[in-house]
């Protein structure tokens, strides 16, 4: 398991489960790692994004991922990590309210889940709503994903880079 890896390496590695029974916490999505010096004071680098921190995560699916590397920004990562490892599996509603007003520098503005009234979402709404000619959006269609990871060139690349071997790859038909 990845999380075991992570610790064996060293790396602190925190779970939280705000379902409180093992399940899935749809109310909570943040996805993050943030790189520091060993005193956790200084953040260098922040990574986020869709990707899915696992090994099937990072070897076989096709997820996005942001380098940030803004020591104001990646700051924020780590202060956002050190405030969801104190509130351990719970959210509480004074978390919520911080994360509903963003960190703005050098143009970004950055919000963490859960907010008050989806204050994350409002932004963006703002902005699809005051487009002039329209707004583009891009996303993957679960056949489009399947033919990718099908495909020889996908089965090389993913096999160069995450040690898969032609065993791993099963053919399967979808209707």
């Known amino acids: 398991m990845l999380g075991q890896e992570l610790a064996d390496a060293n790396l602190e590695v925190k779970h939280r489960d ?16 943030v790189e520091s010096d060993t ?9 986020t994004g869709s990707i899915n921190w696992t090994t099937s995560g990072l070897c076989t699916q096709l997820n996005k991922v942001l380098i940030v590397q803004d020591p104001d920004i990646a700051g924020r990562y780590l202060d956002q990590w050190g405030k969801l490892v104190a509130a351990g599996n719970s959210m509480p509603a004074s978390l919520k309210e911080e994360n509903s007003e963003p960190t703005i520098h050098n143009n970004v503005s ?7 009234g989806e204050a994350e979402f409002k932004a963006c709404l703002d902005l699809i709503t005051g487009a002039k000619e329209g707004a ?3 996303m993957f269609t679960v056949a489009a994903v399947r033919g990718f990871a099908r495909s ?24």
């Open 18 to 33: 705000l379902s409180h029974h093992g399940k899935s916490s749809p109310s909570v999505h943040n996805k993050f790692v």
């Open 39 to 47: 005193s956790d004071k200084n953040a260098s680098c922040a990574l």
């Open 110 to 116: 950055l919000y963490f889940a859960a907010t008050n």
């Open 136 to 138: 583009l959006f891009f």
């Open 152 to 175: 020889r060139k996908a089965k090389r690349y993913l096999g160069s880079r995450c040690g898969l071997q032609r065993r791993d790859f099963k053919e399967r038909r979808y209707r």
